[in-house]
């Protein structure tokens, strides 16, 4: 047990350690600073700016982020404090299940509805009521776009906080609640000023795991987010995640000369970042379950 | 007898099928401390928890019958029960600070209602704290967690948080059962400073501490109430054979 638990804690710095090998004949043409900010990305001509994959990742990720985490944060806090128990009881197992899906049949999801849903209704109303506004100007015509991913991205993400931030909440004891309460304090009173309070550190850390999912998933967003390495303008720009990248082309074009080597420092910025996310968002959530009990 | 606080009329509490108090009528008198007693598992804190509508937190759980206090049956359906638990108020046998300063949690109560001007609140955390004897312990750290104090502060930190919404009811539930026989003391003395101006009913189940404070003695033997008088008498007269049983010891 002991051992086997030893070779998995290993793996991610083995796999990190082998990336940065392979990724290092990039690194010697320009150094990691420089590539993480160059924008061009033209493999032909040895130029490997990341920019545009980061800022596709970052617009998808944010997108989801921004539509998951208040609306599954109100679930959550009503799962957890309002309903009875016979309705926890019966939610909490499909939310679970939504976690399980394979991620290709919310990018089918995503590539029979929401691209048609942002192609032919939301785009055409942005148009013509949001043009003016820096971020919503919409000159795509396809639907794939940022906004896609975001959406398709969020809905996955939904569950995995949900039903941790529930937890964390329902951590809380009761004694606690009974206080406020005792105290004259009406239920939302007592949720807000004293629950969500104890609860803090744990909710945030529920989003961050959200985040930390949303940022390295992969088929969904893929199939709907256009995979162009520009940077995204506007929601509905293509864009072109980190993910998407590697999985679009590792194998096919490796008959140019570093182009695995920039394959693999892709795959090495998004496995620095969502360690350090998962594991963050691990630890604060480790402490706040144990803070809060 | 004096005037009285609370009227208990016919109160029933069931958790699910299982009846746990069975038509309980009597009697609370006002700035007077009322100890309840009885064996484990009688209804004691059940009993306490439906005079301030928090009973009815517990899921499944059926309250009928009548308290009335202040003219009103607390379980009108017109009552509001954040009043009801504004003015009854509950200390729990375990302390629960809230996750705040000690001064947050004064001024929470005081803050639901509405007062917000520092110099207000700064005195209605002072005179709490010296009326649940902390102030002297605290008065230099207000704004550190609540957390960080003993058990024992922790619970005369909550007798300071419930008084500073100015219940005119409170209910104890062995709130010294959890504490050093020092801080037990001390809540023990704070408790009878406050029953010149609170209405006090308190759980407990030992028998020398309701000796020691209680003016009238309820005595509650499976959820129901088998002797009710002033402390002198049920200690010394009692008239029920199972109250005779209990005081000697011969169950608990
Ligand atoms: N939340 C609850 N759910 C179900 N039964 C309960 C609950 N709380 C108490 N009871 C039952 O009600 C009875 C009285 O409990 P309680 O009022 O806590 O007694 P006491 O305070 O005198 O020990 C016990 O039999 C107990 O098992
Ligand atoms: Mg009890």
Known sequence: MWALTLLVALLVPFMALALLERARPLFDIAPPGRLLLASEWRPLKQEFGFLPFIAGTLWVTLIAMLLATPLSLLCAIYLAEYAPRRLRELVKPPIDLLAGIPSVVYGLWGVLTIVPFIREVVAPWAREALGFLPLMRSDNPTGYSVLAGGIVLGVMVFPVIISTAEEVIRAVPNGLREAALALGATRWQMVKGVVLRRALSGVIAAVVLGFSRAFGETMAVMMVVGNVPQLPRSIFDAGYPLSALIANNYGEMMSIPLYDSALMAAALILLIVVVVFTALARIALIQAIRRAA | ?252
């Not at chain 2, 007693?37 to 059926?62: D, H």
């Not at chain 2, 709130?175 to 408790?191: F, G, K, M, W, Y």
């Not at chain 2, 010149?196 to 959820?223: K, P």
């Not at chain 2, 088998?226 to 169950?251: C, D, I, S």
């Open chain 2, 1 to 252: 007898m004096e005037d009285t606080a609370l009227q208990i009329r016919g109160l029933n509490v069931a958790y699910g099928d299982q009846q746990v108090l069975r038509d309980i009528t009597v009697d609370i008198p006002a700035r007077q401390i009322t100890a309840i007693i009885g064996p484990s598992g009688c209804g004691k804190t059940t009993l306490l928890r439906s005079l301030c509508r928090m009973a009815e937190l517990v899921e499944g759980v059926r309250v009928w019958g009548q308290v009335i206090f202040d003219g009103k049956d607390i379980y009108a359906p017109q009552t509001e029960v954040t009043e009801v638990r504004k003015r009854i108020g509950l200390l729990a046998q375990r302390p629960f600070p809230l996750p705040m300063s000690i001064y947050d949690n004064v001024a929470y109560g005081p803050r639901l209602y509405g007062i917000r001007q520092r110099a207000v609140l700064d005195e209605i955390v002072e005179r709490q704290l010296r009326a649940a004897g902390l102030w002297d312990e605290v008065k230099d750290r207000l704004h550190a967690p609540a957390s960080a104090l003993s058990i024992g502060q922790q619970q005369r930190l909550c007798l300071a948080r419930g008084l500073a919404v100015e219940p005119e009811v409170l209910l104890c539930d062995e709130v010294t059962s959890a504490l050093d026989p020092l801080s037990a003391q001390r809540i023990e003395s704070r408790l009878l400073e406050l029953k010149a101006n609170y209405t006090i009913v308190m759980v407990t189940h030992v028998l020398r501490q309701a000796r020691r404070m209680a003016d009238y003695v309820l005595f509650l033997y499976l959820g129901e109430l088998v002797e009710y008088g002033p402390a002198g008498e049920v200690f010394n007269n009692p008239r029920q054979a199972r109250t005779r049983a209990y005081l000697a010891g011969e169950f608990y």
